[in-house]
């Protein structure tokens, strides 16, 4: 799939993006948000499989210990 990319721009909190970047062990702003939004869809993903997963089960949870 081909991937657009579009400048843009915006006002940050520059303690988030430098946070961010050492929790993502990223080296440029850049490549820190576009793996955070990538973690954003990625998360989407997961609680609808969880969600699917709950629907087609008795629909109890189960706690873990």
């Known amino acids: 799939m081909k991937q657009a990319f579009k400048r843009k721009n ?3 909190d520059e ?3 430098k946070s961010a ?4 062990e ?3 702003e850049t490549e ?9 869809l990625f998360r989407k993903e ?5 969600k699917k997963t ?12």
């Open 46 to 50: 997961i609680l609808g499989s969880l």
């Open 32 to 40: 820190t948000i576009d793996r955070a939004l990538d973690l954003v």
């Open 54 to 65: 709950r629907e087609k089960g008795t629909g109890k949870l189960v706690k873990l210990n």
């Open 15 to 17: 303690a988030k993006i």
């Open 21 to 24: 970047q050492k929790i993502l």
């Open 10 to 12: 915006y006002y940050l």
């Open 26 to 28: 990223t080296r440029t």
